[in-house]
């Protein structure tokens, strides 16, 4: 309840509650342990009854260890707690997806596709023609900086500077697009300093 709390507080839309108990593992991994289903749902339903507006995703991984029943008794078991929507992790086929979805009938619901796990290449499309509502590609950004990160430590150890990967940078120029640099820089012009209203006589300040 107070993660709901803070989260909304925080101009966050929705949150992942997830079955898994610590310490948690990648939802493509082996050996994951779980939450009891009746535990799982009771969070979810103390998270339901904390929200103002805050969209609950209910994700499962027990498809890797209770099979396909397990998965959607526990999605069934979530959406009667207050879930909005559920998130049934580490699919590894099409059929899968469709078969979770075909019983899971008017549930929305979350696909995972993220690279070099269980989970075959899909794309968002493809989720939406096999039941799914929305697609995350979670670590894909972070890949993708990490492997330019390392293209340009090599590159300062071999050429001794950044001078053969400038045109891989963002520049200047673009950043300051991006952020919308100049609408700050507007506004900034237009605050002006508060001036004290001179009908109420002032107390005069001591000299110490």
Not at 3 to 18: K, N, Q, S, T
Not at 123 to 139: C, H, L, S
């Amino acid at each position: 309840m107070h993660m709901v709390r803070v989260f909304e507080e925080a101009g966050a839309g929705a949150v992942h509650i997830e079955d898994q108990l610590l310490p948690k593992k990648c939802g493509h991994l082996n050996d994951k342990k779980l939450a009891d289903a009746h535990d799982m749902a009771a969070k979810v339903a103390a998270a339901a009854r904390a929200r103002r507006h805050l969209y609950l995703i209910a994700r499962t991984d027990a498809a890797a260890s209770e099979g396909m029943d397990g998965a959607v008794a526990r999605a069934k078991l979530f959406v009667e707690a207050g879930a909005d929507a559920i998130f049934p992790e580490a699919l590894t086929t099409a059929e899968m997806f469709r078969e979770f979805a075909r019983r899971m009938p008017g549930v929305p619901l979350l696909a995972n596709m993220t690279e070099f796990g269980r989970t075959p290449f899909f794309t968002a499309d493809e989720f939406e023609a096999m039941g799914y509502r929305m697609v995350i590609w979670p670590v894909s950004s972070l890949r993708v900086a990490n492997k330019a990160q390392q293209r340009l430590y090599a590159a300062i150890a071999r050429d001794g500077g950044t001078h053969a990967m400038v045109e891989h940078m963002q520049t200047r120029a673009e950043l300051y697009q991006t952020i919308g640099l100049a609408d700050y820089e507007t506004l900034d012009a237009s605050i002006v300093a508060t001036i004290v209203p001179e009908g109420m006589p002032q107390r005069e300040r001591k000299a110490s």
